[in-house]
């Protein structure tokens, strides 16, 4: 049986939408079950209900520091929706620790920085005031921490001298929507096992691979 997503958006949803696409095949071990925003105007809310998916509203500026009341909230939606993985795509809300310690192996993440470098705000300003040759985006399990928990997959490029925050993030926003619905399926066909703070995963190429950067 296929695996029911929802994905919980704030913004601009192209991690979501990348998500949609892929849950349209037919091998794909899940499907979006519904897309949960906490911003009414959100620019995703539009996509998801233009690409046919169910969408819901639970908007979090009511419960202002009530972080149980709006996690209630929403955890009354997604026990309407009978969802079995959560898949956070630029949530903009932190969550208690109860909330994720409940769905502890059933929420996702993925932040635009090879974690655990640049947690947090701004990663691609972080990446290129580190001056790290080489970054990118990081699917991870949810934990209490932010921008932490045990990792399901990345992807890296190359930072080039010349790259603003901007030309950054667009050569990672490319990555993410590759591995976001591959770390999906993954995860879906039960193919992770959480072992501490890492993912062991099942049938994985352990051939490994070489970048270097710059080439000179
Ligand atoms: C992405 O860069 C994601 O990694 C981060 O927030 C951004 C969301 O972009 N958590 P989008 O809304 O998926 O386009």
Redesign the pocket.
């Known amino acids: 049986m296929r695996r029911r997503v929802a994905i919980l958006?704030s913004?601009?949803?192209?991690?979501?939408s990348a998500l949609i696409e892929a849950a349209r095949a037919r091998d794909f071990p899940a499907e979006i079950s519904v897309v949960i925003s906490n911003k009414p105007d959100a620019a995703?809310v539009a996509r998801a209900r233009a690409a046919g998916v169910a969408v819901e509203i639970v908007e979090s500026r009511p419960f202002g520091r009530d972080r149980a009341g709006f996690e209630k909230a929403l955890q009354a939606v997604l026990d309407q929706r009978s969802v079995d993985l959560v898949c956070l795509?630029?949530f903009m809300r932190l969550f208690t620790a109860g909330f994720v310690q409940r769905w502890h192996g059933r929420m996702l993440n993925?932040?635009?920085s090879l974690l655990p470098s640049f947690p947090g705000l701004d990663p691609h300003g972080q990446a290129l005031k580190a001056g790290v040759k080489i970054s990118g985006?990081t699917v991870h399990f949810v934990t209490p921490d932010t921008d932490a928990g045990p990792i399901v997959m990345q992807g890296a490029v190359t930072v080039k001298d010349d790259d603003t925050a901007d030309t950054l993030a667009k050569r990672i926003?490319d990555v993410?929507h590759k591995i976001y619905p591959a770390a999906v399926r993954l995860v879906a066909d039960m193919r992770v096992r959480i072992d501490g703070e890492r993912c062991m995963i099942e049938g994985a190429d352990t051939d490994g691979a070489t970048m270097v950067a710059p080439i000179v």
């Open positions: 958006i913004g601009r949803g192209s991690n979501m995703g795509a630029g993925i932040h635009p985006a926003l993410e």
